[in-house]
């Protein structure tokens, strides 16, 4: 059973950047893809990106497009979303997540495996 861990959250003023790490433990990192979530107060747990195994694949929210990064060392056993120019409506507990199934439904949370606890990002205006 893989365990996901989510670090590097926190607070940070609009226009700012934070990265965020999930690292895994008890099992095999690349047999899942892997996605990033968010869940503001009083919403549902949106879709923020995934990449596939090998990394050579990534997706993303269109909210999130063009600001946002996702990525993965396979030898560390971890996935990274890289957050620039941060707005107050990215605030949100972050979670990664692992699947080991393919397609198109990556956006989907109910098609995850495994989950994080999550991590705090507040975006001050």
């Known amino acids: 059973q893989v365990q996901l861990v989510e670090s590097g959250g926190g607070l940070v003023q609009a226009g700012g950047s934070l990265r965020l790490s999930c690292a895994a433990s008890?099992?095999?990192?690349?047999?899942?893809?892997m996605g990033w979530f968010r869940q503001a107060p009083g919403k549902e747990r949106e879709f923020v990106a995934h990449?596939?195994?090998?990394?050579?694949?990534?997706y993303y929210a269109d909210s999130v497009k063009g600001r946002f990064t996702i990525s993965r060392d396979n030898a560390k056993s971890t996935v990274y979303l890289q957050m620039n120019t941060l707005k107050p409506e990215d605030t949100a507990v972050y979670y990664c997540?692992?699947?080991?199934?393919?397609?198109?439904?990556?956006?989907?949370?109910?098609?995850?495996?495994?989950w994080g606890q999550g991590t705090q990002v507040t975006v001050s205006s």
């Open positions: 997540a692992a699947r080991s199934s393919y397609g198109d439904t990556y956006s989907y949370p109910n098609t995850y495996d495994y």
């Open positions: 008890r099992g095999t990192f690349t047999f899942y893809n």
């Open positions: 990449i596939t195994r090998s990394g050579g694949f990534t």
